[in-house]
């Protein structure tokens, strides 16, 4: 604050009339009312958490009379009755830079220091009646009273009609309280668009529009809906959507993160997906589904490899530069926050400043984790079984091994267990911790589950912070409706589906998202629901979308990871993408993915630049507009254009234009077909393979390589390439193809008139095969030069040559006659003159990219690409 403004000089003058006051409440002999009224307070407010009954930072407490004024809980004497500046107390509070600040984070008010001040001065009279410790104590204790940690209780639903879903009257009964009314239902075409992506994350098939339109037309509307839900939940696509959100919540990834020399790849990784979406689409119970990825080696089918890699939920996280402490920390923060809620991993160097965690429990837990180990043999390299002796855990004092403290047993949360529930016996424990988390009288799991299930399909859940049910978070205003859809949960034996369908099926979820303006007024968040929220697609969901618009969506369930990332054209759906933990690609930060080194309670949702240049640039898009473009033309062949931009709006908005729509796209065709013919070709540098054809004018056959990644352009994402063979291109040169059928061609192509110099070389480095041989050809066929290169470098000099807008000039590296060790270097200059004076020198080299460049689509492609970008499109509403 400027020391010279208003409220500086106000507040100069209001501290001498307080002191004032205080002083001449001292000299009226009011000492204890001082302290009750200004420094208890004071204390229990701002002290008490880190120096009271559960927690004494350097040994001093503040909660008890005779260690505040004789000291004896510290060395230090902390009061000096008459003299506060001599006061230890006292000094702290001043934040002076050279001594420690109290409290550490935010300095007291100038009144409240005034207040112990002229406490100390008077005497610091503490009178004996004060309990400060008892109350410092209810205080701690107040987490009993915490809506989370209460039993859940059934709300009383006999009074609800028969036929009516308890969702609807509860919340029914909070919007009428506000003067509010439910949204009318969704139109159909909405809805079912609604319930694709909420329960398979891939929009509907254009025939289950139609169906919902026919059922409409004959009054089965109610019946068809019900029907289809239970037929995307039975779908093998719902565990691939719902398996991801957990994969979330897993911390799931392919490699290790930065592991020094080791391998960092988790070989197997991808089989703990496996059994995500497998137990998902089987509806395996979600006490199970719990049990089973802590414990699977205790459980029924402990000899089988693929139940064993539910236990990757604990193996597959960071590994720490191998630090078994940081380890077994992830672990209980995964455990905790992941399947209860309780953000245990704070309480690892102290106790835990608000919820009812003492370090204790933390190593408690410790224990657990530490008596257990990772075998990476069969029968599967993801689990993890009790070491032969368990260890006993002590506290780690601040957190350090090397200060130990006491030695503790290993047990579950102290809050969440009876006073009789006895320690963990059973080898490791984790079978007992496991059946502790998954035990239905346990007030969090089902409580926290119940909420993830609500905030995906709602865009936002009961609790704000789904992995936080601690004393700070305050009570739902749905609290009735959390608890009766938990009960509901446990009652049907946790089915995840059960829960699911009962609140995809309830007249609330199925509300319309439009804007009310009277609602808004009264409840500007739509924390009430008075209207279902608009949800955006979610990067996997956009991504799949685009996939299943051109037609090219590999629907197949399950399978290893596949680098979506460095291959454009993968057309895996996004749920299989390879996860690199140290090295998550720019592709999946720009698009809200989160952080795979811990566990992610929600996925934050940003709008930024980044993400609309992708959509507009980059090659994914741009290719999947063009395949699309290129099947209306096929189904639309010798039509109207109109034709063409009816099926593009099917196929990827899945609706007919209105008429302003149609004339606006149909217009846009034409206009961009007849600017597009005046075009000459995009300039620059190809990247494919084929062969020549022999005789006077030999004729390159081009193809552009169909996979590009990693610094190359090749035939797939592995080498040697089924058909191609090892033929691919690089920054400095390549491999040639396994016959002079698939030769390697770098291809430059210009966009206006020109003359040109070429220079460069081809090498090749080793004693074995034949070489290679280089041959430059322009695309009329005119052979510029033709070398060959056998454990040597060979320079290239093909001279000048003229050539018009639309014409290249082909690189063409083949194997000769032995196909082996055929790697070669190579470097083209390519000097381009324009009306005299020179253009661009284009190098091969600084040139290269292993992304394709960008192309001009066409009209067709323009249009659906366009419509890829809309609202329309990215929004399930």
Request: net charge negative; aromatic share 8%; charged share 25%.
């Amino acid at each position: 604050m400027d020391r010279s403004s208003p409220q500086s000089q106000a507040s100069t003058k209001i501290i001498p009339l307080l002191l004032t006051v205080v002083f001449a409440a001292t000299a009226s002999g009011d000492d204890a009312e001082l302290f009750e009224r200004h420094v208890r307070p004071l204390l229990l407010e701002k002290c008490i958490e880190c120096h009271g009954p559960q927690k004494q930072e350097n040994g001093i407490r503040l909660d008890r009379r005779n260690d505040v004024l004789q000291g004896t809980a510290s060395d230090q004497s902390l009061i000096k009755p008459g003299a506060p500046e001599e006061s230890r107390l006292f000094q702290v509070l001043q934040h002076s830079e050279d001594d420690i600040s109290m409290p550490p984070t935010t300095k007291l008010e100038d009144s409240q220091i005034e207040y112990v001040r002229a406490w100390i001065q008077s005497g610091a009279v503490w009178p004996e009646t004060s309990d400060l410790e008892g109350e410092a104590r209810r205080r701690a204790e107040r987490w009993r009273e915490h809506w989370a940690f209460q039993p859940v209780v059934k709300p009383d639903t006999s009074a609800i009609p028969a036929g009516r879903n308890p969702i609807d009257e509860l919340i029914g009964a909070k919007l009428s309280a506000a003067g509010l009314k439910p949204s009318a239902p969704a139109a159909p075409a909405r809805l079912v668009r609604r319930l694709s992506f909420a329960l398979t994350g891939l929009p509907p098939e254009s025939s289950d529009l139609q169906a919902a339109q026919v059922a409409v037309q004959q009054g089965r509307w109610d019946a068809w809906r019900t029907e289809y839900a239970d037929r995307l939940l039975a779908s093998p696509h719902f565990g691939e959507r719902w398996g991801r959100y957990w994969l979330d919540t897993a911390r799931y990834s392919d490699t290790k993160g930065y592991v020094f020399q080791e391998d960092r790849e988790y070989a197997e990784a991808w089989r703990y997906r496996e059994w995500v979406i497998r137990s998902l689409n089987a509806d395996m119970p979600y006490d199970e589904f719990l049990r089973r990825q802590l414990a699977a080696d205790r459980l029924p089918g402990s000899d089988d490899p693929a139940q064993l890699a539910a236990m990757g939920f604990l193996t597959l996280g960071r590994r720490f530069l191998n630090n078994p402490h940081d380890i077994i920390d992830d672990r209980i923060d995964l455990v905790s926050r992941g399947m209860l809620g309780l953000t245990a991993a704070c309480a690892r160097c102290h106790d835990h400043k608000y919820d009812p965690i003492p370090a204790a429990d933390y190593y408690s837990l410790y224990g657990v984790f530490a008596s257990s180990e990772e075998p990476k043999n069969e029968p599967s390299p993801l689990r993890m079984v009790d070491r032969e002796k368990p260890v006993e855990p002590v506290i780690f004092l601040r957190g350090s091994p090397g200060n130990r403290g006491d030695q503790v047993p290993r047990r579950f949360f102290t809050a969440l267990s009876k006073p009789e529930t006895p320690n963990f016996t059973d080898g490791s424990g984790r079978l007992e911790l496991a059946n502790a988390i998954a035990d239905s009288s346990n007030p969090l799991t089902g409580r926290v589950a119940v909420n993830r299930v609500w905030m995906h399909l709602f865009g936002r859940g009961f609790v704000d912070t789904p992995s936080d049910f601690g004393v700070r978070t305050e009570r739902p205003i749905h609290h009735e409706l959390i608890d009766y859809l938990t009960s509901y949960f446990v009652d049907h034996q946790w089915s995840t589906k059960a829960l699911i369908r009962h609140i995809v099926l309830s007249e609330t979820w199925q509300q319309d998202s439009a804007r009310r303006p009277d609602a808004e007024k009264v409840d500007p968040e739509n924390r009430l629901l008075s209207r279902m929220n608009r949800q955006r697609l979610d990067f996997e969901a956009f991504r799949d979308s685009v996939l299943v618009a051109s037609g090219k969506l590999d629907r197949t369930i399950g399978g290893k990871s596949a680098d979506i990332a460095a291959d454009p054209n993968n057309p895996r759906r996004t749920v299989y993408a390879r996860i690199d933990r140290q090295n998550l690609p720019g592709l999946f930060r720009t698009f809200d993915y989160p952080n795979p080194d811990a566990h992610a309670p929600l996925r934050f949702e940003t709008t930024v630049p980044q993400q609309a240049l992708y959509q507009m640039n980059n090659a994914f898009l741009m290719n999947r507009a063009t395949e699309l473009a290129d099947a209306v033309r096929a189904t639309t062949a010798g039509q109207e254009p109109e034709a063409a931009v009816r099926e593009t709006f099917l196929r990827t908005l899945q609706r007919l234009p209105d008429a302003e729509e149609l004339n606006a796209a149909s217009e846009f065709l034409r206009q961009t077909d007849n600017d597009q013919k005046s075009l000459g070709p995009l300039p620059g540098w190809s990247y494919g393979f084929g062969s020549v054809a022999d005789g006077a004018t030999p004729a390159t056959k081009f193809t552009a390589f169909p996979w590009s990644g990693e610094g190359r352009w090749q035939g797939g994402p592995t080498l040697p390439d089924p058909k191609l063979g090892w033929a691919s291109l690089n920054k400095t040169g390549g491999h040639t193809g396994n016959n002079p059928d698939y030769c390697s061609i770098r291809r430059w192509t210009t966009d206006v008139d020109c003359r040109v110099i070429i220079n460069g070389a081809v090498g090749h480095a080793n004693e074995s095969g034949d070489g290679v041989r280089l041959r430059v050809i322009t695309s009329d066929g005119k052979v510029l030069s033709d070398v060959v290169a056998f454990n040597q470098t060979t320079p290239l000099a093909a001279g000048t040559v003229e050539l018009k807008a639309g014409m290249g000039i082909d690189f063409v590296v083949d194997c000769r006659g032995d196909t082996s060790h055929d790697s070669f270097t190579a470097k083209a200059l390519i000097t381009q003159i324009v009306g005299g004076s020179v253009q661009r020198v284009w190098d091969s080299e600084k040139d290269f990219r292993d992304q394709p460049s960008a192309s001009r689509l066409d009209a067709g492609a323009q249009l659906a690409q366009t419509l890829l970008l809309t609202n329309e499109f990215l929004f399930i509403d």
